[in-house]
């Protein structure tokens, strides 16, 4: 089921904090804020697995509104979303940490409308 991103609107003269990936995408987020990642072929890992391989229902997909149309409007998205995908096929939850800062990133730079793009 489609879900709408949602955006805090503020005003123009007050700073807003930047978004985090719990406010991006929440269901990510909770997964991976695990100790662990799921074992290696197991059931969970299977599912996460093809999500993360559908662009829509992948981590970019997700804080899109589980919509793979940035695949074509974002660039840094779309590698971004193929990233994490190979970042969890190899297991490496560094590299996982990494694509989030990196995703989280560019998120509050280029599609966080209300973050103020000076600081």
């Known amino acids: ?23 991006i995408a929440p269901r990510w987020a909770k ?3 695990q100790n662990k990642l799921p074992f290696p072929l197991s059931l969970t890992w299977l599912k996460w697995y093809f999500e993360l391989d559908s662009p829509s229902k992948c981590i970019v997909g997700e804080a899109h509104g ?6 074509k409007s974002c660039k840094e998205c779309d590698k ?10 190899m297991h490496s939850r ?6 989030v800062k990196i995703f989280v990133d560019h998120w509050n730079k280029r599609h966080n409308k209300y973050t103020d793009r000076q600081a």
């Open 66 to 71: 589980y919509s793979a149309l940035y695949e």
């Open 1 to 23: 089921m489609p879900m709408k991103t949602q955006y805090t609107c503020v005003d123009e003269g007050e700073k807003q904090k930047p978004l985090n990936l719990n406010d």
């Open 80 to 89: 971004l979303g193929w990233q994490f995908g190979n970042s969890f096929l």
């Open 94 to 99: 560094l590299s996982l940490e990494r694509d």
């Open 31 to 33: 997964r991976l804020e």
